[in-house]
T-cell receptor, first 113, second 118 residues
Framework: TQLLEQSPQFLSIQEGENLTVYCNSSSVFSSLQWYRQEPGEGPVLLVTVVTGGEVKKLKRLTFQFGDARKDSSLHITAAQTGDTGLYLCAGYSSGGGADGLTFGKGTHLIIQP | GAGVSQSPSNKVTEKGKDVELRCDPI?????LYWYRQSLGQGLEFLIY??????PDKSGLPSDRFSAERTGGSVSTLTIQRTQQEDSAVYLCASSLKVWGAGAYNEQFFGPGTRLTVL
């Protein structure tokens, strides 16, 4: 069974601060996705990383895939209240969950005004 | 809009009753997924349909759960003899491409059905 551990589970910070959340596994994934989910809605894809060591930027969000493709991080610079939500990572590998995709349990992020 | 839709948005039922949850995927998407999300938790895979292939039922938690997809489009998830531990948000997603070596695709999620079993 492929497992993705996300940390921290909960994070509450002030607007304007920086933060990093992590997604770790003992398994190798051929690609990894980050989704954000707001209350009452389904998750929405933010980014997919495919190559070990890859870094992708989406405005104030920076995503990194570990060199060994076992872990990933999401860094948010100057957090805004609109960043509040549940951040889920999902890794793809053969033998994984739905069509190869396994989700972590998520990081609940609250940005205080 | 042309996103994934789910109905009902909320369902309250009594223990032991059967429930049916519906998912309308994005038109043209060949893959359809059902997940369960308990309060504050991540997504638990339930079942996956791809085109006309036999569904991957490996995530269904018990034989009380079943799903079908008619005409390669609309899907219904049925839970028989509901139990209190079935209470959760049931999310449906669809995607255009099939996962494969070196390939990836985006899953588009519906808003979910919140099921409460009393």
């Amino acid at each position: 069974t492929q497992l993705l551990e996300q940390s921290p589970q909960f994070l509450s910070i002030q607007e304007g601060e920086n933060l990093t959340v992590y997604c770790n596994s003992s398994s190798v994934f051929s690609s990894l996705q980050w989704y954000r989910q707001e209350p009452g809605e389904g998750p929405v894809l933010l980014v997919t990383v495919v190559t070990g060591g890859e870094v992708k930027k989406l405005k104030r969000l920076t995503f990194q895939f570990g060199d060994a493709r076992k872990d990933s991080s999401l860094h948010i610079t100057a957090a805004q209240t609109g960043d509040t939500g549940l951040y889920l990572c999902a890794g793809y590998s053969s033998g994984g969950g739905a069509d190869g995709l396994t989700f972590g349990k998520g990081t609940h992020l609250i940005i205080q005004p | 809009g042309a996103g994934v839709s789910q109905s009902p948005s909320n369902k309250v039922t009594e223990k032991g009753k059967d429930v049916e949850l519906r998912c309308d995927p994005i038109s043209g998407h060949t893959a359809l997924y059902w997940y369960r999300q308990s309060l504050g938790q991540g997504l638990e895979f339930l079942i996956y349909f791809q085109g006309n292939s036999a569904p991957d039922k490996s995530g269904l938690p018990s034989d009380r759960f079943s799903a079908e997809r008619t005409g390669g489009s609309v899907s219904t998830l049925t839970i028989q003899r509901t139990q209190q531990e079935d209470s959760a948000v049931y999310l449906c997603a669809s995607s255009l491409k099939v996962w494969g070596a070196g390939a990836y695709n985006e899953q588009f999620f519906g808003p979910g059905t919140r099921l409460t079993v009393l």
